[in-house]
């Protein structure tokens, strides 16, 4: 069974540039979460869904971040004008609701870095 | 707002010896706690996992403890070896799906 897919793997930009980052979850798995972790911290959530439905945004910051999950599989998170304070690695996770336990398994991540 | 405190830091131990990670939380709705393992340049990948019903649960060398009552958690690794070497988070979910990681300890087993 492939795993959570995450591209590209590495992107590095100069503030203001956008970028786009690309998701592809276990199949079958209806919940989608995007996380932020920085450099030698824990992941932070910043927007999660329900098939193609959003149910919590509140940490995503929504002036420059957006994530779309329009046929309820495969997800694009996008920043529009970086800024050096986005320098994190951005992980995608997915699971399946209805299990006993919500286990989520995550991708490899892509590796911001703005300049 | 941190949900759940975890420490040490980093932590070093020699190989064949016992590992002790902690963590500590304040939300009374929290009812799965997981473990994760993460290796560089990989994402976070589940170790070991604890209900809220249960205060121990063991899978090989790795035994998670639950105190619901002090709201602490314990991941204790046994003979610990090179290839644990990795940074652990500990997290906390409740039934809103949503999982709130630690700060995690980055773990290092000498031989």
Sequence with gaps: ?115 | QQQVRQSPQSLTVWEGGTTVLTCSYEDSTFNYFPWYQQFPGEGPALLISILSVSDKKEDGRFTTFFNKREKKLSLHIIDSQPGDSATYFCAAMSNYNVLYFGSGTKLTVEP
Aim: some cysteine.
């Design chain 1, 1 to 115: 069974e492939a795993g959570v897919t995450q591209s590209p793997r590495y992107a590095v930009l100069q503030e203001g540039q956008a970028v786009s980052f690309w998701c592809d979850p276990i199949s079958g798995h209806d919940t989608l979460y995007w996380y932020q972790q920085p450099r030698d911290q824990g992941p932070q959530l910043l927007v999660y869904f329900r098939d193609e439905a959003v149910i919590d945004n509140s940490q995503l910051p929504s002036d420059r971040f957006s994530a779309v999950r329009p046929k309820g599989t495969n997800s694009t998170l996008k920043i529009q004008s970086a800024k050096q304070g986005d320098t994190a690695t951005y992980l995608c996770a997915s699971s399946f609701a209805g299990g006993s336990q919500n286990t989520l398994y995550f991708g490899a991540g892509t590796r911001l870095s703005v300049l």
